[in-house]
Every structure is written in structure tokens, then in C-alpha cells.
């Protein structure tokens, strides 16, 4: 698994956390900030996606 995808993993954890910590105290930019952590872990997860597949496509060879 490529390190990418672990960060992304992690940053879609966290952004989870800041929106939902965000709707409960009503705080609109920590729920943003959990949103745009959430976006960037999941383009994180799918560039680490795309690493691995070239890496196994590599290795099919």
C-alpha cells in the first residue's frame, strides 16, 4: 500500500472528525476545514490507488 493512500486514510479520518465536531458546536469553519480535510484525503487515497496499480502493472511484466 502506497504512502499516499495511508495519508489519505488519515486525513479522511480527521476531516471526519472536524465536521462532525463542527455540527455539533455549531462552529461552520471547523466543519468546512473537516470537508476540505475529508477532499484532500480522499484525492490523497486515489493518487496512492493509481501509485499502486502502476507499481502491480509494473511487477505483471
Known sequence: MDS???KGMGDQAKGSLKDAAGKITGDSKLQAEGKMDKAKGKAENA???VKDSLRDTD???
Open 59 to 61: 511487477h505483471d511484466d
Open 47 to 49: 493518487v496512492g490507488g
Open 4 to 6: 499516499d493512500r495511508i
